[in-house]
């Protein structure tokens, strides 16, 4: 069974930075591609970020240049750091990985950027 646990959000300033954890279970989690994900209050969920098993990336366009997606596969943990946060970064993150025909979710983490 596929298990998704993000950690690290919280409340910061704008112009703050967090990282966010997510670690994986129940899957071999080098040979996966993984998402980040984030629904903020009254919207739909937006991607954010992706890295592949090789390590390449890319980000939606409202983040680039801020947020850096990261890999440790000997934890089988995917990060998202996150500098220069705006008031519209706040949302809740999810990390997601999709296996054997499905996607799998975590149980989000809240990220607050207010002053």
């Known amino acids: 069974q596929v298990q998704l646990v993000e950690s690290g959000g919280g409340l910061v300033q704008p112009g703050g930075s967090l990282r966010l954890s997510c670690v994986a279970s129940?899957?071999?989690?080098?040979?996966?591609?993984m998402r980040w994900y984030r629904q903020a209050p009254g919207k739909q969920r937006e991607w954010v970020a992706i890295?592949?098993?090789?390590?390449?990336?890319n980000y939606v366009d409202s983040v680039k240049g801020r947020f850096t997606i990261s890999r440790d596969n000997a934890k089988n943990t995917v990060y998202l750091q996150m500098n220069s946060l705006k008031p519209d970064d706040t949302a809740v993150y999810y990390c997601n990985v999709f296996v054997g025909k499905r996607d799998y979710w975590g149980q989000g983490t809240q990220v607050t950027v207010s002053s």
């Open positions: 890295i592949s098993s090789s390590g390449s990336t």
């Open positions: 129940g899957m071999i989690f080098s040979i996966y591609q």
